[in-house]
């Protein structure tokens, strides 16, 4: 009796640690899959002491005890004479979010992003390797892996150890990604639905067979995949003649073979379309996942991988967010109190008032080109006139001498400057053509444009 109430106590702890961590969920992703793996460990602790109670009900210990009150003096006793022994274990409630040797604590890989996308770096080189794999990027590769394997010709040994080693990264990601996820009641599940279509359909699997364009086809009497410009050929072949006449002998029966490496074969990419279909969403945000890294300089892709390394080794992202919120609150009302409106410096606090107005940012300039927009100080009133604000306005206004407007605001005085500039410019042009003169047979001096003009015309 007492054993079971120990393990009705461990239940109830428990339940009380993983309500503590859903109540208190970490900031980061990473503590946060440390905190799901942490769960789960709890949850299988938890079905284990339910099931400890299961097989041991009480009552048949119950009908032992003759005399209650008795056996209730002793257990009391014991309690007083033992007083440590009342004292409940909290071991799962103190139990440190991050330790080194938790076994909670999951390595993900740069690519992965602590479960966000896939990695398939390794296997696409290996799937390049093999024979009859199609020529196509990693890109492609990540979106349609499931396709490009369905559609792999059966290349021997080889073949078999690609599709082993996909299929048990697929697994690892989903239980490394998704702890909580009932992985073992899918994988179950999906052997059930192989087992009945191969049993029902005589060794042929819905959705496993090549796609239409496909350049293999599969001999269901040889076992073996063929191409296509051969398939023919080898249906009036005298092995393939004999194997099919062996499999209509055998028709009778209705036991199908297990365990035939033609099985392990289709059971193995029967999983991994299966995989692959759960994954969908990930697939998709891999694969937007590397359009945007090939639009990133090799600096931003170093800073972002620097960031995903600090994660592992922060403390501070394993803090509640609703802790790190209440922070921020109370530093936001800090921060606010700030009457005479201060710019705030690197700290977040407000720069000190003689600094202020040292940097002239009491000055207040406004532009009415840039819609009336305020600029503190004389440094970003100087700044702003190079700045795409104001050469917007300027070209709204027609004005496309930008640099002869230099300290002009007014949209009135722009214009007008516009108009004296524009005369100013009409005035040299017409000045430089009139600057060569040319004379005509009779002598008569005129500019190089009115002496092109009639000569055109044919009067000289």
């Not at 290996?126 to 890109?139: E, P, R, W």
């Not at 060794?203 to 001999?219: H, L, V, Y």
Request: proline share 4%.
């Amino acid at each position: 009796m007492e054993t079971l109430r120990h393990a009705y106590e461990d239940i109830e702890r428990l339940e009380q640690a993983i309500a503590d961590r859903i109540r208190k969920p970490p900031r980061g992703r990473y503590a946060q899959k440390c905190v799901e793996h942490q769960i789960k460990r709890f949850l299988d602790e938890a079905l284990l002491q339910a099931e400890f109670i299961v097989n041991n009900p009480i009552e048949e210990e119950l009908k032992t005890i003759t005399d209650f009150d008795r056996e209730y003096k002793r257990l009391k006793l014991s309690y007083v004479t033992y007083p440590d022994r009342s004292i409940p274990d909290n071991t799962y409630s103190k139990l440190p979010w991050q330790t080194d040797n938790d076994p909670a604590l999951v390595r993900f890989t740069d690519e992965e992003v602590f479960g966000k996308f896939l990695d398939l770096n390794v296997l696409f080189e290996t799937y390049t390797s093999l024979k009859g794999a199609s020529d196509v990027n990693y890109d492609t590769f990540v979106s349609s892996f499931d396709t490009l394997v369905r559609d792999l010709p059966d290349s021997g040994q080889s073949y078999f150890t690609f599709l082993t080693d996909l299929q048990s990264y697929l697994v690892d990601f989903i239980r490394r990604s998704e702890p909580l996820y009932d992985l073992d009641k899918f994988l179950a599940q999906t052997e059930a639905d192989f087992q009945s279509q191969w049993v029902a359909n005589t060794g042929k699997i819905d959705g496993i067979a090549p796609a239409a364009g496909s350049e293999t086809m599969f001999c269901d009497a040889c076992q073996k995949h063929f191409k296509t410009t051969t398939y023919d050929s080898h249906l009036r072949g005298k092995k393939h003649l004999r194997n099919a006449q062996a499999v209509s002998a055998d028709s009778h029966n209705s036991d199908i073979k297990l365990g035939t490496p033609e099985y392990e074969k289709q059971r193995t990419l029967y999983c991994i379309l299966k995989l692959a279909e759960y994954l969908r969403p990930v697939i998709k945000a891999t694969v937007e996942n590397n359009e945007r890294k090939q639009a990133m300089t090799t600096r931003e892709r170093q800073l972002e991988q620097q960031a995903i390394r600090t994660e592992y080794d922060d403390p501070s992202m394993f803090e509640s967010k609703l802790e790190v919120d209440s922070d921020s609150d109370s530093d936001d009302l800090t921060k606010s109190h700030n009457p005479l409106k201060v710019p705030l410096g690197w700290d977040g606090k407000p720069i000190p008032l003689w600094l202020y107005k040292l940097q002239g940012l009491n000055m207040e300039f406004t532009c009415e080109i840039c819609g009336n927009y305020l600029y503190r100080g004389r440094k970003a009133f100087e700044q702003h006139f190079t700045e795409q604000r104001h050469l917007n306005g300027l070209n709204v206004l027609g004005i496309q001498s930008p640099e002869a407007m230099k300290e002009i605001t007014s949209i009135q005085e722009a214009l007008d400057l516009w108009n004296i500039i524009k005369t100013n410019q009409r005035k040299e042009r017409s000045k430089e053509e009139n600057a060569v003169e040319m004379e005509d047979e009779n002598g008569n001096v005129m500019s190089a444009k009115i002496y092109e003009d009639l000569k055109k015309q044919g009067i000289l």
